[in-house]
């Protein structure tokens, strides 16, 4: 397997060749000629930040083009990821908050609000994968100024940007359509890529891979072997590497029988990938703390009852497609089925991903494929194999695709989860410690440029596969942290670059990027990047010397929540002089 070095890596692509199938369902391509010779802002991916980007851009009356690679807008968010990740609810405002607010309207504008619907989409932050899609097309639609181009390929050799007087001036793009070259100019430049191609073309410095314990001194650090909510073991060294954190797709599942789809056996199906299932389930393998501690009599239980073909129904074992996913209940009868946390083999695939981030798209689609293939055989293993105990298979049997979801992609998500790509070299580092209290009770470190506050756990997933003898896979770790702010010196590079931003591949240490790498958080970067690009066309300035306190001013005008107190509201008179107050610790 290809190795790639960890810091700051400048490495040439290929350029991709498949095209992706169909249009979007619910997102017409701005692909006519457009009339603007140069834009205000030029954002490189429709990924929720970038879409945010380019509507705060927008409400502030500058002109944006997003150039997206795919057919289709929304990220993650439309395409699985319909159980939003953020810890404490209200902690992040702004955007973000406004999206939530328009999924659960369209769920009770059109099932009512005493609806099965309005009550599983959880005031909003529960949605079905193409309902993101609608709200996200919704935010566009609702902004004039906000432009898109859908497969428009960027590939991130420098010569792909005009750079003149530390400015980037053009970008070049291959339009998957017609297989052509298309340049467009702009004044500010956003990236908003999961894999953080705009900034390597650029030339600005960034990290890969994992910092060891010993470079910050995080919790969680380089190598390390955690059992799920429990401690550290043996064969941890927190010593950091090359390892990228594991990828898959957000899956949208269910078991209605009337929306069900049957999972197919994919065409390269290698059943010796799923084997070591057969005896995790059989004898109760898992990596939960409250595995751990069972007695030899409950052991033998669950022996007992898996030879006599009923489910152990042990408390702390999971059920049936539990084994290979975490599910989230959505509206109408679907789910989103992660990666199970507590599992030795599921939806991830560690390893083969890691030269993912700085590899050109053939090599990316290719892996996508393979990472399809894979999810597919798994889920048709446990169904199907007949070493796996029978009450297994059937309760696995009862779960399909959801039919009505990415209905010109078999069903399937049209795209895989990059939890973590590159990180940019910022002008500051975010690491484990910015959101962790400061002392017990207490609360982080407050930035005085904070442009959000968020919440979410240092949470990041496996590097390697299973490895014997270890109590779960190496970087599968979990830790609290308590809500935070996000300085805005984590979105400018630490580069003379004066014109570029980067909310999506962040500033960060693999542990701190951990936390920042949650949908919420990546729209509220999203839309103080758009803020801040707006207000540096208006001035005629460079990032480097934009007024944060202009910034701040601007976000809290948009109902973006700096710094978290319980029980604040935005409708508040003193809501911004509160919030302006609270960073100064008063």
Not at 8 to 36: D, I, M, Q, R, W
């Given at each position: 397997?290809?190795?790639?070095?960890?810091?700051?890596?400048?490495?040439?692509?290929?350029?991709?060749?498949?095209?992706?199938?169909?249009?979007?369902?619910?997102?017409?391509?701005?692909?006519?000629?457009?009339?603007?010779?140069?834009?205000?802002?030029?954002?490189?991916?429709?990924?929720?930040?970038?879409?945010?980007?380019?509507?705060?851009?927008?409400?502030?009356?500058?002109?944006?083009?997003?150039?997206?690679?795919?057919?289709?807008?929304?990220?993650?968010?439309?395409?699985?990821?319909?159980?939003?990740?953020?810890?404490t609810r209200g902690a992040t405002g702004g955007l973000f908050l406004e999206f939530v607010q328009r999924i659960k309207a369209y769920y009770v504008e059109k099932y009512g609000a005493d609806s099965q619907q309005a009550t599983d989409c959880a005031n909003g932050y529960h949605f079905e994968p193409s309902v993101a899609a609608k709200i996200f097309n919704g935010f566009l639609k609702d902004s004039p100024n906000a432009m898109v181009l859908t497969l428009r390929q960027f590939d991130f050799e420098p010569e792909n940007l005009t750079?003149?007087?530390?400015?980037?001036?053009?970008?070049?793009?291959?339009?998957?359509?017609?297989?052509?070259?298309?340049?467009?100019?702009?004044?500010?430049?956003?990236?908003?890529?999961?894999?953080?191609?705009?900034?390597a073309a650029a030339g600005v410095p960034f990290f890969l891979g994992r910092e060891g314990k010993s470079e910050y001194n995080e919790v969680g650090a380089g190598r390390?072997?955690?059992?799920?909510?429990?401690?550290?073991?043996?064969?941890?060294?927190?010593?950091?590497?090359?390892?990228?954190?594991?990828?898959?797709?957000?899956?949208?599942?269910?078991?209605?029988?009337?929306?069900?789809?049957?999972?197919?056996?994919?065409?390269?199906?290698?059943?010796?990938e799923y084997a070591s299932l057969i005896n995790d389930v059989k004898t109760g393998t898992y990596t939960g703390v409250a595995m751990t501690k069972l007695t030899d009599a409950q052991k033998a239980e669950i022996q007992r009852k898996t030879k006599a073909g009923v489910s152990p129904d042990v408390p702390g074992m999971p059920k049936g497609i539990a084994w290979l996913t975490n599910m989230v209940k959505l509206p109408n009868g679907?789910?989103?089925?992660?990666?199970?946390?507590?599992?030795?083999i599921s939806t991830d695939l560690p390893e083969e991903n890691w030269p993912y981030p700085t590899s050109g798209w053939e090599w990316r689609d290719r892996f996508a494929q393979r990472l399809r293939e894979y999810t597919e055989g798994l889920f048709y293993f446990a169904q199907n194999d007949p070493e796996l105990p029978e009450w297994f298979r059937n309760?696995?049997?009862?779960?399909?695709?959801?039919?009505?979801?990415?209905?010109?992609?078999?069903?399937?998500?049209r795209q895989l989860y990059v939890r973590e790509g590159r990180r940019m070299k910022g002008k500051y580092i975010f690491k484990a410690q910015d959101a962790q209290p400061v002392k017990?009770?207490?609360?982080?470190?407050?930035?005085?440029?904070?442009?959000?506050?968020?919440?979410?756990?240092?949470?990041?997933?496996?590097?390697?596969?299973?490895?014997?003898?270890?109590?779960?896979?190496?970087?599968?770790?979990?830790?609290?942290?308590?809500?935070?702010?996000?300085?805005?010196?984590?979105?400018?590079?630490?580069?003379?670059?004066?014109?570029?931003?980067?909310?999506?591949?962040?500033?960060?240490?693999?542990?701190?990027?951990?936390?920042?790498?949650?949908?919420?958080?990546?729209?509220?970067?999203?839309?103080?990047?758009?803020?801040?690009?707006?207000?540096?066309?208006?001035?005629?300035?460079?990032?480097?010397?934009?007024?944060?306190?202009?910034?701040q001013k601007s976000l809290l005008q948009q109902k973006a929540i700096l710094v978290y107190e319980k029980g604040l509201s935005t409708s508040d008179p003193n809501f911004e002089a509160n919030q302006l107050g609270a960073l100064q610790g008063k």
């Open positions: 397997m290809p190795a790639t070095r960890r810091h700051f890596l400048k490495v040439s692509g290929l350029s991709g060749l498949a095209l992706t199938a169909g249009l979007p369902e619910l997102y017409a391509s701005t692909n006519a000629a457009l009339a603007e010779t140069e834009y205000d802002l030029i954002i490189v991916g429709a990924t929720p930040g970038g879409i945010m980007a380019a509507v705060s851009a927008s409400r502030m009356g500058k002109k944006s083009l997003i150039l997206e690679r795919t057919a289709y807008i929304g990220g993650l968010p439309a395409n699985g990821l319909g159980a939003t990740d953020i810890a750079i003149e007087k530390n400015r980037i001036r053009g970008i070049r793009v291959i339009n998957r359509t017609t297989k052509k070259t298309e340049t467009y100019q702009g004044r500010f430049f956003i990236d908003a890529t999961y894999e953080g191609d705009l900034i390390v072997y955690k059992y799920w909510a429990g401690p550290e073991g043996e064969g941890s060294t927190f010593q950091g590497d090359n390892a990228v954190q594991s990828y898959n797709y957000r899956l949208c599942v269910t078991n209605d029988p009337k929306i069900r789809v049957k999972i197919q056996k994919p065409a390269r199906y290698n059943r010796e679907k789910n989103d089925g992660n990666n199970q946390h507590h599992a030795f309760e696995c049997a009862q779960w399909g695709w959801a039919k009505d979801e990415y209905t010109d992609n078999g069903n399937f998500p017990p009770g207490g609360r982080p470190p407050l930035h005085a440029d904070s442009i959000t506050a968020s919440h979410y756990a240092l949470d990041s997933h496996a590097v390697r596969k299973r490895e014997a003898g270890k109590i779960h896979l190496d970087g599968f770790i979990s830790y609290p942290s308590a809500v935070y702010t996000v300085p805005f010196r984590v979105i400018v590079p630490d580069s003379p670059l004066e014109n570029l931003l980067a909310p999506v591949p962040a500033s960060a240490t693999h542990i701190g990027f951990s936390t920042l790498r949650m949908e919420p958080c990546w729209m509220a970067l999203g839309q103080a990047a758009g803020t801040a690009a707006a207000l540096c066309v208006q001035k005629s300035q460079s990032v480097h010397d934009l007024s944060v306190p202009d910034l």
